[in-house]
């Protein structure tokens, strides 16, 4: 199939683009990386009025540190997030999960922004995000504002963001303390969407959890963050095996979404078999 017919819009800065989003009478879609907005366009699940190219504004692509955080634009790419030596040094857990989002190819187009705007509950980044404590800078004509990314993250590709607003910047708080985190992911094959997954960070230099962060993915309408989970493990040893099952355990009485190929006892299984595995990655 191909899309309906639209408008193209290629703003060369963000002050041109706000002002094409500032209608309440069409449908107008931000295009960042494109990697799910095209083909949803294609099969007309997404049939915008007008379509915002944002590539060329260059206000957007930056890796900054600023204060105590990490601020990243909307529209770094992910093979750019992966090689930058700011966020190999401060975010090793994004490092490592950037090679099982998708492909290569999709990798070098796809924008961190495109991922938080689309909030596909299949998508690796949300849950991280969560992890990691970040917030999201939405801007609009007149303002600017900060959501936490706990917060943002509405339900399945639905998000905080207001129709005139767009994801300015993603911005993480530099720790600290190192992180320890394991991050464990079940799918087909690699590459493929994922049918559950799980990440966990934790305070590094001691022999106990603390601070501790559980989130799952892919099992919901939304990124899970599990809170019974986390009192379970904080201030537990990392090898304290009762501790680790009560929070595995504590999956149990959240609400799990079906997919085509799993149901919903089958969600909850394989969100206790990730996360058990991810812990054993955090603790390996």
């Not at 095996?241 to 149990?252: G, K, N, R, T």
């Amino acid at each position: 199939m191909k899309s309906s017919a639209f408008q193209y819009e290629l703003p060369e800065d963000l002050s041109s683009a706000l002002k094409l989003l500032n209608s309440e009478d069409l449908d107008i879609l931000p295009l960042a990386g494109g990697q799910s907005l095209m083909p949803m366009m294609n099969f007309r699940v997404a049939q915008p009025d007008i379509l915002i190219d944002l590539n060329k504004i260059d206000s957007l692509k930056y890796i900054i540190i600023e204060g105590n955080f990490v601020r990243i634009g909307s529209m770094v790419r992910y093979y750019e997030l992966e090689q930058s030596e700011i966020i190999q040094k401060h975010f090793p857990l994004i490092v490592h999960v950037i090679p099982y989002i998708a492909h290569s190819a999709i990798r070098n187009r796809g924008t961190l922004g495109g991922s938080v705007s689309l909030a596909d509950p299949a998508a690796e980044m949300p849950s991280i995000l969560i992890a990691l404590n970040a917030s999201i800078e939405l801007s609009n004509l007149n303002s600017t504002r900060s959501v936490n990314a706990e917060d943002f993250f509405k339900g399945i590709f639905e998000t905080d963001r207001k129709s005139n607003e767009l994801v300015t910047s993603i911005n993480i708080p530099i720790s600290s303390t190192p992180k320890k985190f394991g991050f464990y992911e079940v799918t087909r094959r690699h590459g493929d969407y994922a049918i559950a997954g799980s990440v966990v960070t934790s305070d590094d230099g001691q022999d106990n959890f603390h601070d501790t962060r559980v989130v799952l993915f892919a099992v919901s309408t939304k990124p899970m963050r599990l809170p019974k989970s986390e009192a379970a493990l904080n201030g537990q040893n990392f090898n304290n095996q009762d501790s680790i099952i009560e929070a595995i355990d504590a999956v149990s009485g959240n609400s799990f979404e079906r997919d085509l190929h799993n149901d919903e006892i089958t969600k909850e299984t394989l969100a206790k078999v990730s996360l058990k595995r991810a812990i054993g990655v955090l603790n390996g």
